[in-house]
């Protein structure tokens, strides 16, 4: 009978939310990925067009197209993470293979009328895989205690306690449901043993202390996160006499994403009342997405091409679930009951992520290659999470506003012809979305591949590297205890590309 009722008990929403900038930056980062020739050029295409990737860029690309083409991709992603806690560095290595690209244009050639050409195009595009881990050791002397402190101050000792007859889970679930995130949290810490009311004789006690002694700690912490933030872009572009190239494009996003982290403390005083705590926590995350995109591409003369697109706010519609367990030397007999699937489930939310600006230009050397050049701004101060009329959503907007700004983006791609190989080479230099330096650093990606065009298809290669500084938060409240992550991300693809 506990199972059962534990179940239901897991469907009841939660009243609070716990979204935050965290998730604005997750889901409004938009990583390079495509087909190859796309990847070995980092993406600088917005005044080439003429590959399904491109679109992502400037959606005027469809109607440089020559021929209908159909292109699938498949890339190989691999993380591997230097992060630094304390004085210690470990390194972790994760490989994931993915079919990232897959999509087909239609060309229909009017040589009679000012519309020279009309392309359909409908592709699919993963714009940001999320398998990523990194793990985290080192002493520090700020405990997990001080994170069950933070929102336990305050909150009557009589608001944390158990109903009559009441399971410790269903506790847990409707002291969140009713009370919110905060206190929730204050009863986790108090059951599993690491904190104590300073009088557990009064329910109307508002004061807290630890039960862990130590002048420094360890900690262990593992991260893991999965999933994928996709696009599926349904596209129509014309050629206007010769030298002019309109398009636009509707977007459809797709999300999942899985964020799991292990956290371990030990090394407290050989006095202290708890000797190791455990507190793990998984998040859930899931939604869609829709934006649209206008773009051009002029042919100055026979060499150059300027190009020009507008790329809407991205509106995202998600939901999120969270779950989590804890143990001490302290904790409740029962404190077991309240594992991952005992599940909070979060009112359903959205964040507008902002619109953005792209301007290229390519000069073309006939049929002996290329250079290509794209200018990307997007303002991420005017995300916002939504409905803003929630006061906790307001106020992280007003956080948002003063934390994030401008990001520019700057993109430089070549290719070099011989015969039938193409040589490809490209440069990715992206901003910080951060005001603040140290959060997130600027990325940083050099790219390179080969493709060969056997006539009626081209197989193509691209191997794309990129290097950013993040630090990452242990927890985002109580603690600023954070692990400083050299992220090195390597994408090996492989295109291949049928003409008909």
């Known amino acids: 009978m506990r199972s059962i009722l534990t179940f239901i008990m897991g469907m009841v929403c939660l009243i609070a939310t716990a979204q935050n900038i965290n998730d604005v930056v997750r889901f409004g980062t938009e990583n390079l990925q495509g087909t190859a020739r796309y990847q070995a050029m980092s993406g600088a295409f917005g005044a080439l067009g003429g590959d399904l990737s491109s679109l992502n860029v400037n959606p005027a690309g469809s109607a440089v197209f020559n021929y209908s083409q159909f292109g699938v991709s498949g890339t190989n992603y691999n993380r591997n993470n230097d992060a630094t806690y304390g004085s210690s560095t470990q390194n972790t290595d994760l490989n994931s293979l993915e079919f990232n690209q897959v999509g087909g244009v239609f060309v229909f050639k009017s040589p009679n009328s000012p519309w020279k050409k009309i392309a359909l195009a409908l592709n699919y595009d993963l714009v940001q895989n999320f398998d990523n881990e990194f793990f985290a050791s080192g002493n520090t002397d700020q405990g997990i205690d001080n994170y069950f402190l933070n929102f336990a101050q305050g909150v009557p000792f009589g608001d944390l306690l158990l109903g009559s007859n009441e399971f410790l889970e269903e506790g847990y679930l409707r002291i969140g449901a009713q009370q919110g995130f905060a206190d929730q949290q204050a009863f986790l810490g108090y059951f599993g043993g690491v904190i104590n009311p300073t009088d557990d004789t009064n329910n109307a006690n508002t004061s807290y202390v630890s039960n862990a002694q130590y002048s420094s700690v360890n900690q262990q912490y593992r991260q893991s996160t999965s999933g994928y933030n996709s696009k599926f872009t349904a596209n129509l572009a014309g050629q206007y006499q010769n030298n002019l190239y309109l398009g636009a494009s509707l977007n459809f996003h797709t999300i999942f994403y899985d964020k799991i982290s292990f956290f371990d403390e030990t090394g407290y005083d050989t006095g202290s009342p708890i000797q190791n705590t455990t507190f793990d926590n998984f998040l859930h995350t899931e939604g869609t997405g829709f934006s649209f995109s206008l773009g ?105 506003a003063n934390q994030l700004g401008d990001v520019n983006t700057y993109r430089i791609g070549g290719e070099y012809r011989i015969d039938r190989v193409s040589l490809r080479g490209g440069y990715r230099f992206e901003e910080s979305p951060y005001e603040t330096e140290g959060i997130i650093g600027d990325l940083e990606g050099y790219s390179g591949g080969i493709g060969y065009d056997f006539g009626g298809s081209k197989l193509d290669l691209a191997v794309n590297r990129t290097e950013q500084e993040v630090s990452e938060l242990l927890f985002d409240s109580g603690i600023v205890n954070s692990a400083l992550v050299d992220r090195i991300n390597t994408n090996v693809t492989l295109s291949y590309t049928l003409k008909f």
């Open 296 to 400: 051009a591409i002029a042919k100055l003369n026979d060499n150059i091409r300027v190009g020009g697109s507008y790329q809407s706010p991205t509106w995202y519609n998600l939901t999120d679930d969270t779950s989590q367990r804890i143990n001490s030397e302290l904790a409740d007999d029962d404190i077991n009951f309240i594992d991952f699937n005992i599940v909070n489930l979060f009112e359903a939310y959205r964040i507008q992520i902002p619109s953005k600006l792209t301007g290229s230009l390519a000069v073309v050397f006939g049929k002996d290659g290329l250079l290509s050049f794209d200018y990307g701004y997007q303002d991420m101060s005017q995300a916002e999470l939504r409905p803003d009329s929630d006061p906790s959503f307001a106020a992280e907007n007003d956080f948002i």
